[in-house]
């Protein structure tokens, strides 16, 4: 089952008591003592980012660490920062200044850290309980207003963590970009309201996914401020790799096909079709390669039906919901016929979800034609996925023949 690779993957890298000990101890204890010798007043200390909000993968897990003085502090919040960079060089630690943080690597002459912490210095803008705090913003040289409790506390308290996990974990296989601020926000505001109580991990990550191309078109808001615009946290070249990652994932997760989500998840390779045509064989024993069974040049041939006008499809084209189809099989007259069925197995996410796998032997009805039977059968398309029509024939003398494989591919 898909769920259980879910929640094992989520277990595997999920964080311990233990790891969060470790982090304390050989990274958090050692930088608040260094941060805290250059500033008059205390500075109060905590968690940010992914360990704060419950959404950590200890595969991609770095630490912030939010350090906020007093609203009476004096020093403006430019020289807080400035100050955080020189206590940070003065007890030799190697860091990279960000735009409103300072990224700590490990200290000079020793090995690299295994994960990274980013400072976060700041002050608060009173000494009232809302939080509210200025942090110094690099790049465009001036300060800025934030709440980093409150987005905080949104993804803590949201229905979302285990989505927002393993689209990190999926980003981590998959090697891309994808901000955690940005993913947070669109995961709670823009698909946590579709959740329903009887949700599975997997349909809410298919919510999540199905709405891939909303990903840096629709306007997102930050929670804390909303004057800052952090829909220029990816560039469009960004946003447009982030797009085709989850729309991957999203078209691997409609086969419902356990292997290849796994691979898709993981990162490897695989193939669409053919993770269709084993969903559908999964529960059709109907169905047949050729060779299965004994073939006799049975044709099966697919129409699409509008306004009596009869249109012709493949099995490479892509069909519309909600398109009435008619099927149509041919048969030598060589063959004395006692009955002709088709298999129609449904393949894919959608068809699960709605108990309609089908996959037996359905009737069909005879039509007149010289020179050999023709029989048909109408069916109407209402699932995304591959699906998989075979007919098959049996004669009076006891055999059976089959149609090669026809795949109605909905969109």
Sequence with gaps: MIETFFNDILDKYSVSDSFAKEVREKYRNDLEESLSK???????????????????????????????????ETLSVEDIYKTAEESLRDS????????????VKGKNNEKPWEMTVDVVPGKYTS????????????????????????????????????V????????????????????????????????VNEDSIMDKLVKFCKRWEDIGKLKIYDPANADNDIMTIHSEYEFSLIRERIHN??????????????????????????????????????????????PFYISLRGYIVKENTLTSFSSNSIINKQEELKFIISIPS???????????SNAGYEAYKSKCPRGNAEDTKKESKDGFY????????????????????????????????????VR
């Design 38 to 72: 250059n500033y008059s007043l205390t500075p109060k200390y905590r968690y940010g980012g992914s360990l704060s909000k419950g959404t950590a993968n200890t595969n991609s897990c770095d630490i912030d660490l939010l350090c906020y003085l007093p609203s009476d």
């Design 92 to 103: 030799n630690y190697y860091f990279q200044s960000k735009n409103s943080a300072i990224c």
């Design 127 to 162: 000494n009232e309980d809302n939080k509210d705090v200025y942090l110094w913003c690099n790049r465009d040289r001036c300060r800025l207003k934030s709440n980093p409790e409150l987005q905080i506390e949104k993804v803590r308290n949201s229905d979302s963590k285990d």
């Design 164 to 195: 927002i996990r393993l689209i990190k974990l999926y980003r981590t296989f998959n090697s891309f970009i994808f901000k955690s601020f940005f993913l947070e926000n669109f995961a709670i505001d823009v698909i946590e309201p579709e959740f």
């Design 249 to 294: 994932l999203y078209e691997a997760l409609m086969t419902n096909n356990e292997e290849t989500i796994k691979k898709c998840f993981l990162g490897d390779s695989y193939s669409l079709d053919d993770a269709y045509i084993a969903n559908a064989k999964s529960h059709s024993p109907l169905l047949h390669v050729k060779g299965g069974l004994i």
């Design 334 to 344: 060589s063959i004395q016929v006692k009955d002709v069925k088709l298999v129609v």
């Design 374 to 409: 023709s029989f048909y059968r109408f069916e109407t398309t209402l699932y995304y996925g591959n699906h998989v029509v075979q007919a098959l024939v049996h004669s009076t003398s006891g055999n059976t023949y089959l149609s090669d494989y026809l795949i109605v591919r």
